[in-house]
């Protein structure tokens, strides 16, 4: 079974800083989907990026980007210019691309703490 | 658009009550689930449905029971609730294939006392 791990249980940046968030999979695919939703404290989870295996361009969404290392099964998030806003419960997803799977893995999350 | 719609939104139980959680889409997706989440496990997929009248098991399926007789409506049941089951519950749904995540709902906490 697909594993994500997130290291940093908790994280934190200078407002207008940049701040990079790390993730991990555990994976025997080529093929799959990855996204970053952020839980900000209202609780309700959005979707910030995602990511599709076979492309080797990292996404972005204006001051969200992805790093993705397809070989060593790593896929960052790096938010720039950070805002107060940004503070939330960070979640990295993984969803296989094959044999019907159409779950999504989660990893147990990173809270990011913007310090003004 | 109201997305996918959850109530209630709080609810504390005591041991040994049953209830359902709901859950409605309007967007017409296929797939729908529901996720628990407790602090330090990230979220865990309980059940899922793929289309109305079937349903499955996820990671977590213990004392909750599932139903999809319409493409929008996916309640969950709790059959006998524990302290165990105290948790902030996710509704989530999305077209098939699931390509472009999921839409959640803004979520139930559960107390069971």
């Known amino acids: 079974a697909q594993t994500v791990t997130q290291s940093q249980p908790e994280m934190s940046v200078q407002e207008a800083e940049t701040v990079t968030l790390s993730c991990t999979y555990d994976?025997?695919?080529?093929?799959?989907?990855l996204f970053w939703y952020k839980q900000p404290p209202s609780r309700q989870m959005i979707l910030v990026i995602r990511?599709?295996?076979?492309?080797?361009q990292n996404a972005t969404e204006n001051r969200f980007s992805v790093n993705f290392q397809k070989a060593a099964k790593s896929f960052s998030l790096k938010i720039s210019d950070s805002q107060l806003g940004d503070a939330a419960m960070y979640f990295c997803?993984?969803?296989?691309?094959?044999?019907?799977?159409?779950?999504?893995?989660f990893g147990k999350g990173t809270k990011l703490t913007v310090n003004p | 658009n109201a997305g996918v719609t959850q109530t209630p939104k709080f609810q504390v139980l005591k041991t040994g009550q049953s209830m359902t959680l709901q859950c409605a889409q309007d967007?017409?997706?296929?797939?729908m689930s529901w996720y628990r989440q407790d602090p330090g496990m990230g979220l865990r997929l309980i059940h899922y449905?793929?289309?109305?009248?079937?349903?499955d098991q996820g990671e977590v399926p213990n004392g909750y029971n599932v139903s999809r007789s319409t493409t929008e409506d996916f309640p969950l049941r709790l059959l006998s609730a524990a302290p165990s089951q105290t948790s902030v519950y996710f509704c989530?749904?999305?077209?098939?294939?699931?390509?472009?995540?999921?839409?959640f709902g803004s979520g139930t906490r559960l107390t069971v006392v």
């Open positions: 997803a993984y969803r296989s691309r094959g044999g019907g799977s159409e779950k999504l893995v």
């Open positions: 994976t025997s695919e080529s093929d799959y989907y």
């Open positions: 990511q599709e295996a076979y492309k080797q």
């Open positions: 449905s793929v289309g109305a009248g079937i349903t």
């Open positions: 967007m017409n997706h296929e797939y």
């Open positions: 989530a749904s999305s077209y098939l294939p699931v390509n472009y995540g999921y839409t």
